[in-house]
């Protein structure tokens, strides 16, 4: 029987992690298209930071991940790489293709790829005892 009350107490956190730099970083795009740069290059600028940001608070805090560190970051790495590429084909189709207006775009991309990365990150990149001790 999974550990309802952890996966609860994880998936609070992970919303916490996230909401609070999504927030922030989606005002730091917001303000780079605002001044002219493209929404695929403001997206790629502030994806590397939130990246960068979210992975040290996800593994100590949210999932209190104590496996290899290396792991774990190539893991974190190729989800949000994913994420990533994800992110910009849907950028590129719904924007550039459909016209849909970008803002609308990437607050939905935020969402959806969050749901993701949660599921990801929980059972594979920073999964209990799945890493322990391997060299």
Same mark, same amino acid.
């Given at each position: 029987?999974?550990?309802?009350?952890?996966?609860?107490?994880?998936?609070f956190?992970?919303?916490?992690?996230? =909401?609070a730099?999504?927030? #922030?970083l @989606? !005002?730091?795009y917001?303000?780079?298209?605002?001044?002219?740069?493209?929404?695929? $290059? %403001?997206?790629?600028?502030?994806y590397g930071?939130?990246?960068?940001?979210t992975?040290?608070?996800?593994?100590?805090?949210?999932?209190?991940?104590?496996?290899? =560190?290396?792991?774990?970051? #190539?893991? @974190? !790495?190729?989800?949000?790489?994913?994420?990533?590429?994800?992110?910009?084909a849907? $950028? %590129?189709?719904?924007?550039?293709?459909?016209?849909?207006?970008?803002?609308i775009?990437?607050?939905?991309?935020?969402?959806?790829?969050?749901?993701?990365?949660?599921?990801?990150?929980?059972?594979?990149v920073?999964?209990?005892?799945g890493?322990?001790?391997?060299p």
């Open positions: 029987m999974p550990d309802l009350a952890g996966l609860h107490l994880q998936a956190r992970f919303a916490v992690v996230g =909401l730099s999504n927030a #922030l @989606y !005002l730091v917001l303000g780079m298209t605002a001044s002219g740069l493209g929404p695929k $290059l %403001a997206m790629s600028l502030v930071i939130g990246v960068a940001q992975f040290a608070f996800n593994k100590r805090w949210t999932f209190k991940h104590s496996g290899r =560190l290396d792991t774990a970051l #190539l893991r @974190y !790495l190729a989800v949000y790489a994913g994420g990533y590429f994800a992110n910009l849907v $950028l %590129a189709w719904l924007v550039d293709r459909l016209g849909y207006p970008h803002q775009v990437q607050g939905a991309m935020i969402l959806t790829l969050a749901a993701c990365f949660f599921v990801l990150q929980k059972w594979w920073f999964r209990e005892g890493d322990r001790g391997r």
